[in-house]
């Protein structure tokens, strides 16, 4: 797609992709509309270019299964006599961006470092703004940045301070180390990092926290070696802040989740000693030990786990929801499955997971080659995988896929693997000049 594109365009899609990203500050619909003029502005240019890129195997991938999961919806919605709509179902077509939006990621791909430190910024004021410090003091639950709840702003949170700590990295150990952004970073970085960590501790969501305690060993691992020695020591100092900061809040971080490790230990040393998880998972909702959020949660997943054994391969489709009201908890108040990989089994079962593995592990190759293609840089990739990772572990016990949050992070992570992915394969057709 070699062209001239105006300096005009290239700042408004540097701001729609500012737009797309905000879900991690403010919780609102904005970035669908600034998806959808992406991608317009991107076919413009698409159609324009004498030599546009090819589609391959990957994007007919995704324009594939959008096709499938649409016309899969409307048979079942057609055919059934109430017209089921399911909930939430729209979300399976959002492949249908993946390609285009990498195109559009092209179109302000070299301003991208500019981009960052931009959002980085008015995260800081964000988080300085809006951190629930007198419900932190007080040790009751706080919501960070402008959320629906207090577990949104705590995912956010999460990402905030992995995207922040590789970006800090990327500046400290490149050779643009002296350059304004990389002293920005310096200040701005540490920061979001500090801040993000305090919201994250008021938010009190447990599954945030369990989510950073095991995204914390996949951070060692691309961070360990690459320190040089001034950085190794400054990682080592907080380290050893943030460990003195659990210990001295060891009685709090217990009241608020020492019940619920509790009783999943019972449930975890009845599977050891041979019992059935089904009947284990009964016996822990009707335990008067079992705090009410585990419970319902429980219960959520039992009725998930009823409705997917029905459709193993191929999930209900959106008739799910007729399904649920005649599982054994139909009376729980909530369709929100609070598991990620269960919204996906219930709908679109073992082949659907199939299909989003093999993007989404298609998107990971691309940016780690580009990485090894200097395309992008190495601590870029190591975010990439990081995020990904850290929300893939958060969707252990809240449905994060169906937020704003998620369809963000999708829609991101996904046009940055297909730009990754096209630059290898076709990289005289994504260059682009500003004139």
């Known amino acids: 797609m070699s062209q001239r594109v105006s300096a005009q365009v290239v700042v408004i899609a540097s701001v729609l992709w500012e737009i797309v990203a905000s879900p991690l500050l403010i919780e609102t619909d904005a970035y669908r509309y600034a998806t959808i003029l992406l991608a317009a502005i991107a076919l413009f240019f698409y159609y324009r270019s004498p030599a546009p890129p090819k589609t391959d195997w990957l994007g007919w991938l995704c324009l594939g299964w959008s096709g499938y999961a649409l016309a899969r919806f409307l048979v079942i919605y057609l055919a059934s006599p ?34 960052v430190a931009v959002f980085f910024t008015v995260a ?10 007198a419900a932190i003091l007080s040790g009751t639950r706080g919501m960070p940045l402008i959320m629906h709840n207090s577990i949104h702003g705590a995912v956010a949170c999460g990402m905030l ?9 990327h ?16 200040v701005v970085a540490p920061l979001v990092m500090a801040m993000s960590l305090v919201c994250i501790y008021g938010a ?12 914390s060993p996949v951070v060692v691992f691309f961070l360990i070696g690459k320190l040089q020695k001034q950085f190794a020591v400054a990682a080592a100092f907080a380290v050893i802040i943030v460990a003195g900061g659990i210990y001295a809040t060891r009685s709090h971080l217990y009241s608020v989740a020492g019940p619920t490790v509790s ?27 079992t705090p009410e959020a585990m419970r319902e949660r429980l219960m959520l997943w039992a009725n998930a786990w009823e409705v997917f054994q029905t459709a193993p391969i191929f999930g209900s489709g959106n008739e799910w929801l007729t399904k649920w009201h005649h599982t054994a908890y139909a009376s729980v108040p909530f369709t929100l499955l609070h598991n990620g990989y269960l919204e996906i089994l219930v709908r679109h079962g073992l082949f659907g997971v199939l299909v989003f593995a093999v993007m989404l592990g298609a998107f990971l190759t691309a940016v780690w080659r ?11 990739f190591s975010a990439y995988a990081t995020l990904i990772f850290f929300f893939a572990m958060t969707l252990l016990s809240n449905s994060n896929n169906r937020l704003a949050i998620g369809e963000a992070l999708a829609l991101s992570a996904s046009a940055f693997g297909f730009y990754c ?9 994504l260059e682009m000049t500003v004139g």
Request: some cysteine; overall charge positive; aromatic content about 10%.
């Open 82 to 115: 109430d017209h089921q709509r399911g909930s939430s179902e729209w979300l399976y077509f959002f492949p249908v961006f993946f390609p285009i939006l990498g195109v559009s990621l092209g179109l302000c791909f070299r301003h991208l470092r500019t981009m």
């Open 124 to 133: 800081m004021i964000a988080l300085v703004a809006t951190a629930p410090y």
């Open 161 to 169: 301070l992995i995207g922040a700590l590789f970006w800090l990295f």
């Open 171 to 186: 500046n400290l150990t490149s050779e643009d180390a002296s350059s304004s952004i990389a002293r920005l970073s310096k």
């Open 204 to 215: 009190q969501s447990k599954g945030v926290w369990l989510a950073l305690l095991l995204t």
């Open 263 to 289: 009783a999943t230990a019972v449930i975890a040393d009845g599977v050891q000693e041979g019992g059935s998880l089904g009947q284990l998972v009964v016996r822990a909702i009707n335990s008067p030990n």
């Open 370 to 380: 580009a990485s090894r293609a200097g395309i992008v840089a190495p601590t870029v």
């Open 421 to 429: 992915h096209m630059r290898l394969k076709q990289p005289e057709r």
